[in-house]
């Protein structure tokens, strides 16, 4: 089972009393895996038999646990009719919106966190936020028209965007977003929607949901990286999302690789996205080359030399990067993700070369550098898990109410 990963910014606390307690026990306990037996579930939760019953008899009625009989393999093993309880998967749902530098995209995720409903519209970002978040708004209405889930099942949104976010969940778009500049997109969005909404960077996100989905399902210790128009990193330390003492932590987009290298749109000097973004590397090849990373990626399965040397060339800059951070977090995993990392191999064996490279051998005897499972989907699928993590409180009050 995963280890947990709080919310990035954690709701208020909802009243609490013993009977909602045990409900947001059992409920935690049936997230973490599909299928209990009420005896697993004394055992998981600590709650004793009568209390597991009544509580489990709350949410059948509520309609948020299923109770059916195991395979016959189970009961033949016991010698006796086995029941096992799940979530129902459709008992609640979350949006999850990601706001890349051009793109905007919407899913409707179960409670399981999969995708029920799923568009990309594909438009630059930068400078317009009102009507960006306008048609986010109108993707959000489409879905719930499309899929005739009702208002009340839905828990919430939670908003990826490609953009550093502060612990006060103040956008820092100076520079990288120029239109969202003093904007604050949960209030907007609430506003065009009826929603709450949480707001949480992209890269964080994408972590999120690669550990609850993907290739970082069991590890405790991940640094996911995405490497998209703009760059930026999702650490989870010891089982926990790190943020730092801003909010900020992750922004390995701007370590500095090349010291005397370009002015970054932050304003260092050298800073990785200066020599590892698809834009960057598009400029390095020759005049009529690729206007974006979709045809930047043609060209590398098309064999092109130029192409496949200036991606490897970044994905040294990209290692020697990763290489710092692993020295600094020690994890077991670390995951290639974002538009780039369609390129395969061709980007992440240097990845790999480079981090082994710099990085203590220590640090990398039981290193792992994969690319990510998700794709493009892991920035929107991790921010309706940050809603979804908050599901056994969300639906214990319900009950309870
Ligand atoms: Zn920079």
């Known amino acids: 089972m995963p280890r947990p990963v709080p919310a990035v910014r954690p709701t208020p606390d909802p009243p609490v009393n013993l009977r909602s307690l045990g409900r947001v026990r059992v409920l935690e306990a049936l997230a973490g895996t599909r299928r209990l037996s009420r ?4 055992r998981r939760t600590g709650l ?8 489990i008899a709350d949410l059948i009625r509520a309609g948020i646990v299923t109770d059916e009989d195991a395979s016959p393999a189970e009961g033949l093993r016991t010698g006796r009719p086995a029941r096992t309880l799940s979530l129902n998967r459709n008992a609640a749902y979350a949006l999850g919106v990601d706001i890349g530098r051009d793109h905007v995209r919407v899913v409707l995720c179960d409670l399981f966190g999969e995708p029920v ?5 594909h438009r630059l970002v930068d400078n317009d936020s009102a009507a960006v978040l306008t048609e986010t708004a109108d993707l959000i209405a489409q879905a719930r028209r499309a899929t005739g889930v009702p208002t009340e099942r839905i828990l919430g949104v939670g908003m990826g965007i490609a953009c550093p976010i502060d612990r ?4 820092l778009a100076e520079g990288i977003m120029p239109g ?3 904007v604050r997109p949960t209030d907007e969005l609430r506003e065009r929607t009826g929603f709450a909404v949480r707001l949480v960077n992209d890269a964080n996100a994408a972590v999120l949901a690669e550990h609850r989905h993907g290739v970082a399902q069991q590890c405790g210790d991940v640094v996911y990286i995405r490497l998209s128009t703009g760059i930026g990193a999702g650490v989870i330390s010891d ?3 790190l943020l730092g003492a801003s909010g900020l932590a992750g922004e390995l987009g701007h370590v500095i690789v090349e010291p005397s290298g370009a002015i970054c749109r932050c304003g260092n000097r050298g800073c990785l996205e200066t020599v590892a973004s698809p834009a960057a590397i598009a400029r390095l090849l020759s005049a009529g080359g ?10 590398v399965r098309a064999g092109d030399r130029g192409a496949i040397r200036a991606i490897e060339d970044a994905g040294d800059a990209v290692g020697r990067a990763l290489a710092q951070a692993v020295t600094i977090v020690n994890p077991e995993l670390v995951v290639i993700g974002g538009e780039l990392a369609a390129a395969g191999d061709v980007l992440v064996a ?5 981090v082994q490279r710099n990085a203590m051998s220590w640090h990398t005897t039981e290193l792992r550098v994969v690319p990510g499972a998700l794709g493009d989907s892991a920035g929107v699928r991790g921010a309706a898990a940050l809603v979804l993590a908050d599901a056994p409180e969300r639906l214990a009050v319900l009950v309870a109410g």
Do not use: F, K, N, Q
């Not at 005896?39 to 004394?42: E, G, H, K, R, S």
């Not at 006060?168 to 956008?171: D, K, P, R």
């Open 48 to 55: 004793a038999r009568a209390t597991v019953g009544s509580v």
């Open 239 to 241: 089982g926990r999302l």
């Open 117 to 121: 409903w799923d568009r990309d519209l």
């Open 39 to 42: 005896p697993d579930l004394m």
């Open 290 to 299: 690729p206007a974006s990373t979709a045809e930047l990626i043609d060209l």
């Open 180 to 182: 969202w500049i003093g």
């Open 350 to 354: 240097p990845i790999r070369r480079a």
């Open 168 to 171: 006060h969940g103040t956008l």
